[in-house]
């Protein structure tokens, strides 16, 4: 019987080992579960917070775009399309204008010059080719000889042709240049303008004539293209230009 009753007892100590098991892995998911929330609390702040910056970035660049075209004045309408650069008859935008057609022309004979310069080295170089085949010659015959000589003769002919041009061009390019450089556009928005032009407007002013710059000539090089070939094409300067877009702000 006191044996039976010291077994009952022990039994109960184990049952409240075990209780105390349990009561530590109840602890130990709460903590678990707290530390899954705090991570969640800290994520959704970051992006909070990352949400807050964005807004505040773009707001500034807006303020920034509405104080720099509050600045522009009248030159916000260099954004006019590439008609009106063509055929504007507006007398503030006449400085601008002439800045910009005298640019693309300058464009042009820029190209011009540049295929004027790969001929020389073109032709110069079949030159040299044909010096090389002469020198090279074993036992040449009295006729491959004047052969020879005769295409060397011919082909320095095209040598000095292409050195020519290439100079008329380079005249061309050099003369086209003139009131394309920092200065003449300064001059051209200043007279524009009916607000101060800073660095920041000039700036600006250089991207968006860049690409009207780039359009115009595009257009005046397809027109010189057609010309020779067309003979609807019109031969006046004046005719080349197309009606001026309506409601641009002059």
Known sequence: MAGNGHGGGHGNDGGNGNGGGNSSSSHGKSASAGGHASTKAGTKAAKQASAKQQVASLSKEENKEKNLHAKLGRLNSLQRN??????????????????VMASANAQLAQATLDKAN???????????????????????????????????????????AAEEAAAEA???????????????LDAALAEMANKPVDAEVTDWAKGV?????????????????????????????DALVEPTETGATE
Request: hydrophobic fraction near 50%; charged fraction near 20%; proline fraction near 6%.
């Open 82 to 99: 590439v008609n009106a650069y063509m055929n504007s008859k507006s007398k503030n935008f006449a400085a601008v204008q002439a800045f």
């Open 209 to 237: 004539l860049g690409d009207k710059i780039d359009q115009v000539a595009d257009k005046l090089e397809a027109a010189q293209a057609a010309a020779p070939t067309d003979p609807a094409a019109p031969t006046d300067p």
């Open 118 to 160: 790969a001929a020389v080295v073109d032709a110069q170089a079949k030159l040299d080719a044909l010096n090389a085949q002469l020198d090279a010659l074993s036992a040449p015959t009295p006729e491959q000889i004047a052969d020879l000589e005769a295409q060397i003769a011919d082909q320095q002919a095209a040598v000095t």
């Open 170 to 184: 380079q005249t061309a390019a050099d003369e086209a240049a003139v009131g394309t450089d920092d200065a003449s």
